[in-house]
């Protein structure tokens, strides 16, 4: 590809809140990752909350309102958010307007020789009557933010559930069918995987948190009252999050689900410290 025109059609940039002071907030981390299409005249931003700073200050709570371009128009409000400590939460929108959809199927036979995708058996339809389930299951879920979509609060809840095996059943039926509804499922539950208490940045580096950076970080889960929500809310330090880079590109894909919850899997054992014996997997993941 010719990177002087990929440039000329898609530029990306990322920013930080800060205050008027030029200050970040103490306790959360806010970024406005801003994709520009100077052919179309439009621009996508994806704007991503944290409250998983190494040196967190608990539960945060607050109201939550959204506004772009100069007339400050609002497109996202929330009132009374429970920002849970280790979660992030993730909203996408359109500037000035959303251009119509284009619908990508990718070459999932590409993808399995390329060992990105399962080898799946491909001569095994999939029913169009899946597709309306999971479109209708999708449509009653907690899609908003700090809900938990198709996933399943309590992670180590035994028994068959969707989200269980190599990829989740939403994922498998996406690449199979590469439907335009199977991929709101996809990305949808990608975004609210942040959701879950698993992921820490390092406040010095800016960084998904290594032990090399914090050999004696310990994470405790009875702080803040995790003692009566983690019924609710129950990481697993067994379950891997699915991460959905591929169709996205996005890095909130990449980073949260794979090295923080590397850094929480390593962070934790019984609830006691974790020295320096865990921080190779960080790097290795």
Same mark, same amino acid.
């Given at each position: 590809m010719d990177f002087d025109k990929f440039l000329a059609f898609v530029t990306e940039a990322h920013k930080d809140q800060v205050d008027q002071a030029g200050k970040p907030d103490a306790d959360l981390h806010a970024r406005f990752e801003v994709r520009c299409y100077p052919a179309i005249n439009a621009a996508r931003v994806s704007v991503v909350v944290e409250n998983c700073w190494d040196d967190w200050a608990g539960h945060v709570g607050y109201d939550a309102a959204i506004t772009l371009g100069k007339d400050a128009r609002g497109v996202y409000a929330k009132q009374g958010v429970r920002h849970r400590r280790l979660s992030r939460w993730r909203k996408v929108f359109w500037w000035p307007a959303e251009p119509p959809r284009v619908t990508v /199927?990718?070459?999932? /036979? &590409? !993808?399995?020789?390329?060992?990105? /995708?399962?080898?799946?058996?491909?001569?095994?339809?999939?029913?169009?009557?899946?597709? $309306?389930?999971?479109?209708?299951? #999708?449509?009653?879920?907690?899609?908003?933010?700090?809900?938990?979509?198709?996933?399943?609060?309590?992670?180590?809840?035994?028994?068959?559930?969707?989200?269980?095996?190599? &990829?989740?059943? #939403?994922?498998?039926? &996406? !690449?199979?069918?590469?439907?335009?509804?199977?991929?709101? $499922?996809?990305?949808?539950?990608?975004?609210?995987?942040?959701? #879950?208490?698993?992921? $820490?940045?390092?406040?010095?580096?800016?960084?998904?948190?290594?032990?090399?950076?914090?050999?004696?970080? #310990?994470?405790?889960?009875?702080?803040?009252?995790?003692?009566?929500?983690?019924?609710?809310?129950?990481?697993?330090?067994?379950?891997?999050?699915?991460?959905?880079?591929?169709?996205?590109?996005?890095?909130?894909?990449?980073?949260?689900?794979?090295?923080?919850?590397?850094?929480?899997?390593?962070g934790t054992r019984g609830s006691s410290r974790v020295g320096q014996c865990g921080s190779r997997l960080v790097h290795r993941m």
């Open positions: /199927a990718h070459d999932l /036979a &590409y !993808l399995v020789a390329a060992g990105v /995708a399962p080898n799946y058996d491909t001569s095994r339809p999939i029913p169009e009557t899946a597709l $309306v389930r999971l479109a209708d299951h #999708w449509s009653k879920a907690d899609t908003d933010i700090m809900g938990n979509g198709s996933l399943t609060k309590y992670m180590p809840t035994t028994g068959g559930r969707p989200e269980i095996g190599p &990829y989740p059943e #939403w994922t498998a039926v &996406y !690449l199979r069918t590469m439907d335009p509804r199977a991929k709101t $499922v996809v990305l949808g539950n990608a975004d609210l995987a942040g959701s #879950w208490p698993i992921h $820490v940045r390092s406040r010095q580096t800016g960084r998904p948190m290594t032990l090399d950076d914090r050999p004696d970080f #310990w994470i405790n889960g009875y702080k803040d009252g995790d003692r009566y929500t983690r019924p609710h809310w129950k990481p697993d330090r067994i379950a891997v999050p699915d991460s959905p880079y591929t169709p996205e590109g996005k890095e909130y894909h990449l980073s949260p689900d794979v090295a923080h919850h590397s850094a929480k899997r390593v």
